[in-house]
C-alpha cells in the first residue's frame, strides 16, 4: 500500500482529522435529532411537546446541581405588575399559569394561596416540588382544573406559546379569572413554532382571543433580549419594535359583573 493511501492516526474517513469528523458528526447527529423531533410533532404533537418540555426541565436540573435556582422571578414578575413589591397581593389568590418546576411564587409571601398551574405538574415532583412555597396543579391543553371566578391575580410568563390549544386556554383564564381580577402576563412574539412551543403568536392573536374580553390597563412591547436574558429590554429605555422577535406584557382587569 502506498503512504497516500494511508490516513494519518489522527484523521478520519477520506483524510479528514478527526476532530473535524466530530464535528461533522455532531451537527449531522444534531440534524437528525430535529428531524425526528419535527416528525415526531407532526404524527403525535402533545407527546412530541411534552417530551421536549420535560427534557429541557431535567437537562436544566442536572445542570443546576439538581436544585433550580429562581430569584429573578420576584424582580420579573413585579416590573410585569407595575409594582414595587408584594404588597398588592396581600390576602389573594394568586396563580402562575405555565409556572414549571422553579417555585416561580416563592417571593409571593403576602398571597393567601399560591398556586402553580402547568400541564407537566405530576412529572415535576421528580424536582422536588413538594418543598415550595405554592402549590401545583395539573392542567390539561383545554382546561384548568379551578372553579370558575377564583383566581385574584393570575401571572403568565412566556408560556402561552408553549400551548397546544392557545384560544381553549384564553377562554379558561378569563373563566378563573374572578370578576375585578388582574391578569399579568408576557407573550412572545412572531417567534417560529417548535415542538415545545407550537404557536406563533402575533399582537392581532393575543388581542383578539385574549385581551379584547378584559379591560387593558398597562402594555409594552419590547425587542427579544439576547440569549439568557431574554427581558433585558423590558428594564432599559430600548424603544418599542413594530417587528421580529419581540415580547408583550400586559396587565389586565377582568370586568366585573353588571
Not at 392542567?139 to 400551548?163: G, Q, R, W
Amino acid at each position: 500500500m502506498c503512504s497516500a493511501d494511508v490516513h494519518d492516526a489522527r484523521d478520519g474517513p477520506d483524510g479528514v482529522e478527526r476532530g473535524e469528523w466530530s464535528t461533522m458528526g455532531r451537527g449531522i447527529r444534531k440534524g437528525l435529532r430535529y428531524l425526528v423531533q419535527r416528525v415526531a410533532s407532526w404524527l403525535a404533537p402533545r407527546r412530541a411537546k411534552y417530551a421536549a418540555e420535560l427534557r429541557y426541565w431535567q437537562e436544566r436540573w442536572a445542570a443546576e446541581n439538581r436544585s433550580f435556582r429562581n430569584p429573578w422571578y420576584e424582580r420579573l414578575m413585579l416590573a410585569m405588575a407595575g409594582e414595587k413589591d408584594a404588597g398588592f397581593l396581600a390576602g389573594k389568590i394568586v396563580a402562575d399559569f405555565g409556572c414549571g418546576p422553579r417555585n416561580s411564587l416563592w417571593w409571593a409571601t403576602s398571597a393567601r394561596i399560591r398556586i402553580g398551574i402547568d400541564v407537566l405538574a405530576d412529572a415535576y415532583a421528580r424536582f422536588n416540588i413538594a418543598a415550595h412555597e405554592m402549590c401545583y396543579v395539573c392542567s390539561t391543553e383545554k382546561a384548568i382544573p379551578l372553579p370558575s371566578d377564583y383566581v385574584d391575580v393570575l401571572f403568565t410568563v412566556n408560556a402561552m406559546d408553549h400551548v397546544l390549544h392557545f384560544e381553549a386556554i384564553c377562554d379558561e383564564i378569563v373563566r378563573v379569572l374572578a370578576p375585578g381580577g388582574c391578569f399579568i402576563g408576557s407573550f412572545n412574539l412572531d417567534e417560529p413554532p417548535t415542538p415545545a412551543e407550537p404557536q406563533t403568536l402575533s399582537e392581532e392573536r393575543v388581542e383578539r382571543c385574549l385581551l379584547s374580553r378584559l379591560e387593558v390597563t398597562a402594555r409594552r412591547i419590547a425587542p427579544h433580549g439576547p440569549e439568557g436574558d431574554g427581558y433585558k429590554h423590558f428594564f432599559d429605555e430600548t424603544p418599542p419594535a413594530a417587528s421580529g422577535r419581540r415580547i408583550l406584557w400586559v396587565r389586565a382587569v377582568k370586568p366585573a359583573r353588571a
